[in-house]
């Protein structure tokens, strides 16, 4: 019997401080993620979905590092990264920062946090970052400080978080907006606690910046959620495509533009900012992009078959190549136990991109039609109803 293959865990996959308690709690898939390892499943993908948009889970997402600029020059680095304004963003706020290069190539999407005037945390996906900033920065001989701080995020996911998380800290957390933050005692500890996440579902962070308090706060998270039904849980694909949050590295990565990419909607293009993307990314929207990220809604049985990423095969225009090959476009797919439909990403050439259905050819063979659309997916308007 051939052994599967295993991933040797050494010290350059660095652990979170809640890492056996996930563990603990059931977690049987993993993957590397900020060089850290991120759990992927626990109970199973469609039971931990279920569980996610029904009551509450406890993520561990420390993989979720913080790029730390801090200076007199904090500003005018975050800015020449982004192509979105961020000068007016208040010290209390979370703001959804696309970086790009100076192609207009998307180096990250991070969720950026202004701590201070010249302060901000860049809680960012799954690339190196860090690396980038210094070297600009360098480069451009900015007054600035740019560290990863230890800081190990919670997030408390679903519809009954805010009930668990007042539980905690007290009423007072029900007054954080969406994508605001509050600092916030804990057991004489202020940890900054904002309205974020990575689901649909609501819910909070907690940036943990002292170990021994964040993994008693992660107990009494527990604790005081028994009859709430509360899990360990981690980002759900199911729930995240449905909801169309893409993923940096699965969606969509640097060879994209941030305008291909979907994100034409958090840059700031009518503004005289200085960004290091500006130039080219205005220079794109004035020349149209040649490829953007899709949806694809494939109807299949309750057994669901991945796409192939060979044969892509089109018979919607004779203008379109019958065979398109889907390897470096096909994103992230699933099914969805709620639609009964299989979903998935993709970045397709114009004219492709804009015709509404195509051939896709299954891993077993089996050619299907699948609808394009536009991401989040419309569900409604694509005429495809919740089952359950």
Known sequence: MTQSPYLAVSRRLRKSPFMSRAVANGAKAFTVYNHMLLATEFE???SDYWHLCSAVQVWD??????VSIKGPDATELVQWMTPRAVSGVANDRCIYLPLADEHGKLVNDPVGIRLADDHWWLSVADSDVILWAKGLARGAKLDVQVDEPDVWPLAIQGPLAETLMARVFGDAVKDIRFFRYQRMDYRGHSFIVARSGWSKQGGFEVYVDDIAKGQALYDELFELGRDLDVRAGCPNLIERLENGLLSYGNDMDGRHTVLESGLGGFISLDQDIDSLSHAALRAEAQRGIARKVVGLVLPVSDAPTPLAEQPFGSEVSEAIPRQLDL????GSQCWSPRYKVQIATAILEEPLA????????LADGTQVTAQICSVPFNFEQLGVKAAV
């Open 61 to 66: 997402v420390g993989v979720e590092r913080q």
């Open 354 to 361: 804009s015709e509404t259905h195509c051939n896709v050819l």
């Open 327 to 330: 390897t470096h476009c096909l």
């Open 44 to 46: 199973s993908l469609e």
